[in-house]
């Protein structure tokens, strides 16, 4: 019975160090995010040409996206192959579907 009760605990130490680090990522995560979007405002605010703000915008954008599906959504968590599955699927004809288009209209 007591070696059970050690058992038990063994386990729920490692649950909350777990929990712990968990949210130190997801911490760190919302940080990096809340500073990503500032500098996108403070490139926007700062007159940038338009040819080196727009892609500064959108690398950190997809930076983002990357962190909300990996982090927030728990892309990275196993049994969630078939959403993230779903979802870069859709991303992937979003690109194709883009990139259709782009060569309609300019070609």
């Known amino acids: 019975m007591n070696n059970e009760n050690m058992n038990i605990d063994k386990i729920n130490s490692f649950q909350k160090q777990q929990n712990k680090e968990e949210m130190k990522k997801q911490i760190i995560?919302?940080?990096?995010?809340?500073?990503?979007?500032?500098?996108?405002?403070?490139v926007v605010a700062s007159g940038l040409e338009a040819i080196y703000a727009v892609p500064l915008i959108l690398i950190l954008a997809v930076v983002q996206v990357g962190f909300q599906f990996y982090y927030f959504m728990h892309m990275k968590d196993e049994g969630h192959e078939v959403p993230a599955a779903l979802i870069y699927g859709g991303i992937w004809v979003a690109i194709l579907v883009a990139l259709t288009m782009t060569t309609i209209i300019w070609w």
């Open 29 to 42: 995560t919302f940080v990096l995010m809340i500073a990503f979007t500032v500098v996108a405002f403070a």
